[in-house]
């Protein structure tokens, strides 16, 4: 497994998460890295992005404002800090290595996927 995303559970609205994803194969060095989320019964939706530099980064309008994506090269790690969580939050949450070194959007523009992470916010 390249991608290992860690740090999802089960939290009350309003709380905060922190997502970590570990890229064991240490191939995103270059590459822009995102995350994504699928609740039950829906699309796989785009959350959060950053550029390969980590100076460059896109959000969901459902998650503007209340969500922080970050990403350490020296750890080969990503992050999203999740605040002021809600019941609609409730996902599970996937980080993915994009195909080139932009914060893309697109689940399509991205290449290796993690295994996903089950977030569950109660209300």
């Known amino acids: 497994v390249q991608l290992q995303a860690s740090g999802g559970g089960l939290v009350q609205t309003g709380a905060s998460l922190r997502l970590s994803c570990v890229d064991a194969?240490?191939?995103?060095?270059?590459?822009?890295m995102g995350w994504f989320r699928q609740a039950p019964g829906k699309e796989r939706e785009f959350v959060a992005s950053?550029?390969?530099?980590?100076?460059?980064?896109h959000y969901g309008d459902s998650v503007k404002g209340r969500f922080t994506i970050s990403r350490e090269k020296a750890k080969n790690a990503l992050y999203l800090q999740m605040n002021s969580l809600k019941p609609e939050d409730t996902a599970v949450y996937y980080c993915?290595?994009?195909?080139?070194?932009?914060?893309?959007?697109?689940?399509?523009?991205?290449?290796?996927w993690g295994q996903g992470t089950q977030v569950t916010v109660s209300s």
């Open positions: 950053i550029d390969w530099r980590g100076s460059s980064t």
């Open positions: 993915a290595v994009a195909l080139r070194g932009g914060s893309a959007t697109d689940s399509a523009d991205y290449r290796y």
């Open positions: 194969r240490r191939t995103s060095s270059n590459n822009g």
